[in-house]
């Protein structure tokens, strides 16, 4: 079935510091993928998405590159801030009619100032 | 102005009390979702309702029933509650659009304990 993996935290960084989170799927045909974010005592909320190939999504300096050949959509951020800290999930929705996201385990990432 | 909505926002209950959750959206989209995540932060799909239509019921006790009155409100409601249950229960919605490229909403969840 369709599963998503991304990389395990908890994960700690000072500020101004490079993130990756890695993120790999595996699905029939072609799924988009999304990253959400979830703020502390928070719902989760659209970070950015990936329809297609090749795509790069981006959103408050993250980005993140849809790569079939690797099937693996890493998210990134050059410079993060103390404002970054959250739990970062990759999801996957499958071309198929039940609408339904499958979650990555979700990754702490906390910013020290 | 709250895109997605639920009460109550915390909910502390005894094993084997029935208990109630709901969810309004005023979006107005066509798809409404309950997810469950668990103390790990993992999450989960529990149900999706499309147009007041059930289209997704993934493994879940019959003790939980979701129920949707109209496209705006999906309620779940769980019966005889047990520790397990405890956990934080998001809805979320989406528009039609093309199926699997639209955004879902996330309301701010639903923290239940159950003692």
């Known amino acids: 079935g369709d599963s998503v993996t991304q990389m395990e935290g908890p994960v700690t960084l000072s500020e101004e510091a490079f993130l990756t989170i890695n993120c790999t799927y595996t699905a029939t045909g072609y799924p988009s993928l999304f990253w959400y974010v979830q703020y502390p005592g928070e719902g989760l909320q659209l970070l950015l998405k990936a329809t297609k190939a090749d795509d790069k999504g981006s959103n408050k300096g993250f980005e993140a590159t849809y790569r079939k050949e690797t099937t693996s959509f890493h998210l990134e951020k050059g410079s993060v801030q103390v404002s970054d800290s959250a739990v970062y999930f990759c999801a996957l929705s499958a071309n198929s009619n039940d609408y339904k996201l499958s979650f990555g385990a979700g990754t702490t990432v906390t910013v020290r100032a | 102005d709250t895109a997605v909505s639920q009460t109550p926002k915390y909910l502390v209950t005894q094993m084997g009390n029935d208990k109630s959750i709901k969810c309004e959206q005023n979006?107005?989209?066509?798809?409404m979702y309950w997810y469950k995540q668990d103390s790990k932060k993992f999450l989960k799909i529990m149900f999706s309702?499309?147009?007041?239509?059930?289209?997704i019921n993934e493994t879940v006790p019959n003790r939980f029933s979701p129920k949707s009155p109209d496209k705006a409100h999906l309620n779940l409601h769980i019966n005889s509650l047990e520790l397990g249950d405890s956990a934080v229960y998001f809805c979320?919605?989406?528009?039609?659009?093309?199926?699997?490229?639209?955004?879902?909403?996330f309301g701010p969840g639903t923290r239940l304990l159950v003692l």
């Open positions: 979006l107005g989209h066509d798809t």
């Open positions: 979320a919605s989406s528009s039609q659009g093309y199926h699997n490229q639209e955004t879902q909403y």
């Open positions: 309702y499309n147009n007041k239509e059930l289209i």
